[in-house]
């Protein structure tokens, strides 16, 4: 691109267009999340259910849940980490959510929406560990250098 004050008046508005559309699209990007959270809470609602109900499988992504939707399974409490989960918590997306300031038992990531950051705590093995890293998908066996076992 030469400089701006060398451009005709049809490729300066040209340029006005593309930039319009860009912020477009970059306002849509950031407010997708939360609009879909915000819409998910609402079909849930509607369905008669309440943040801590037992989970019921989405049949598809119109009854998903929300980022941050808590919910039981399995005799546990688990909170979402992303938005339209479909997946059944101790599977993907979900991280056990403990009150009585337990810690949860490690399970497996299947990619970086569900990975433990830096600081998560997690028992593994009859052990209690603390992740090192971000992002962090390995187990404290698989990769220890992600991991810090944690002495009593």
Do not use: C
């Amino acid at each position: 691109m030469g400089a701006i004050t060398d451009a005709t008046d049809k490729e300066l508005e040209d340029y006005r267009q593309a930039i319009v559309a860009e912020q477009e699209r970059r306002r849509t990007l950031a407010q997708a999340g939360r609009q879909m959270d915000d819409l998910a809470r609402a079909v849930l609602t509607a369905q008669g259910m309440n943040p801590g109900d037992p989970w019921v499988q989405p049949t598809d992504a119109t009854n998903s849940y929300p980022k941050d939707w808590e919910t039981t399974h399995v005799g546990k409490e688990w909170v979402s980490l992303v938005s339209g989960n479909v997946w059944e918590p101790g599977v993907s997306a979900w991280r056990e959510k403990t009150t009585d300031g337990s810690v949860p038992e490690f399970v497996q990531p299947t990619g970086a929406h569900d990975a433990y950051q830096t600081g998560d705590h997690v028992m593994f093995e009859g052990f209690e560990y603390v992740s090192t890293i971000d992002n962090n998908t390995w187990s404290p066996s698989a990769y220890p250098a992600g991991w810090q076992k944690v002495e009593e």
